[in-house]
């Protein structure tokens, strides 16, 4: 634009001289053709302007009427030019159950970040060239197959959640993915190349079929594991994850966690609605902060005074009686217990108390702000 501008000016200041030496010495014939060719000159550079600059020649017709309108939403524009889409970096479509197809979406060829959740798309084979993608969430949509994706490399946010995935192997090639999210699948096995994913920091992969869970193991760099809602029952053994913090076992048929492996930076763990009838398993972790045990068969909290740093505890569904170890742990300020436990058992913890459950909440009020 700077350029024409600058053409244009140059062009009025000649058409302004040309009219001062034509007045001036009378020469109108040549002036008169000169000036002419100056307002030709100049009309043409309005009509470039205008026109091929602005994008008007290349409006966007797209058969995707659904598609269209949705990025035609985004942008705050009826007409789309193809302009437009290759100029487009972040597109969000949510909640639109007539979006199946994307065809015309390989046209926003410059997308780092895509969000298409809650619609209707199955076929993926439009994505296969975005390969600017960074970010991608196509969760709870009608996707099976996957195989289209395993040319976006660049990917390092992978949310594919609540479809009906069963074969994880198009992922591996995502040397860069740092968060994977595939919670609510068809996912019965996980493929033994996943420590190629060196980088991976997030991996969500619950309410699944999945049983054997050996495969995670070797991933340095994890800090999230959510397993839970699996059939996870034994080959419990999660070797060579030195950064894991966070561990969701929750809601599978788990006996024991003696084999779980050593996890020196696991600080908050999830093991509610198993079978575990023992917390001799807190030994091997004492730095955690957190811990739901809720809905199981223990009766005794084994070796919880080794967690010096534990902050909160859930025992619903259980039958514990004597707490009184927690009274030892200085950090601890959160509990959650069934409704018919003997709230006396707490008193230890008013003044001092952060959250837990309803009644709790109330009693411990009522004994701090002396309310009965």
């Not at 994706?149 to 949310?159: C, H």
């Amino acid at each position: 634009m700077e350029i024409i501008n600058n053409i244009r000016n140059k062009i009025n200041r000649q058409y302004k001289k040309i009219k001062r030496i034509s007045e001036k010495y009378s020469l109108w014939l040549l002036s008169g053709t000169m000036i002419a060719v100056a307002l030709i000159v100049f009309m043409l550079f309005e009509f470039t302007d205008n026109y091929i600059f602005s994008g008007q020649s290349d409006k966007v017709i797209m058969d995707n009427i659904e598609l269209y309108d949705a990025i035609s939403e985004q942008i705050g524009k009826k007409t789309l030019y193809d302009t437009d889409l290759s100029n487009l970096r972040q597109l969000v479509i949510e909640d639109n159950d007539s979006l199946s197809d994307l065809a015309g979406i390989e046209r926003c060829e410059n997308l780092t970040n895509l969000t298409i959740t809650n619609c209707k798309v199955s076929d993926l084979s439009k994505l296969s060239g975005l390969t600017k993608l960074t970010n991608l969430n196509l969760s709870n949509n009608n996707i099976y197959n996957i195989d289209s994706l395993n040319a976006l490399t660049n990917i390092k946010e992978l949310n594919l959640s609540g479809n009906h995935i069963s074969d994880l192997s198009p992922v591996l090639g995502m040397k860069h993915l740092s968060m994977l999210n595939l919670n609510n699948n068809n996912i019965t096995e996980v493929n033994a190349n996943l420590s190629q994913l060196l980088y991976l920091q997030e991996l969500r992969i619950n309410a699944n079929r999945i049983s054997d869970i050996s495969a995670i193991a070797d991933l340095k760099r994890l800090t999230q594991l959510d397993l839970s809602g699996n059939r996870i029952v034994d080959r419990l053994q999660l070797k060579n994850l030195p950064s894991l913090t966070y561990l969701n076992l929750s809601n599978n048929n788990i006996f024991d966690l003696k084999n779980l492996g050593e996890l020196p930076s696991l600080i908050e763990l999830e093991v509610a609605s198993n079978c575990l009838s023992s917390t001799a398993f807190l030994v091997k972790y004492p730095y955690i902060e957190k811990l739901n045990i809720a809905n199981n068969n223990i009766v005794d909290l084994n070796n919880i005074e080794v967690c010096r740093d534990l902050e909160a505890l859930n025992i619903i569904g259980n039958n514990i009686q004597d707490i009184s170890a927690l009274e030892e742990l200085p950090k601890f300020n959160s509990i959650y217990v069934d409704e018919n436990f003997p709230r006396k058992k707490l008193d230890f913890m008013i003044g001092k108390f952060r959250d837990a459950d309803t009644t709790t909440k109330k009693y411990l009020l009522e004994r701090e702000y002396k309310l009965d």
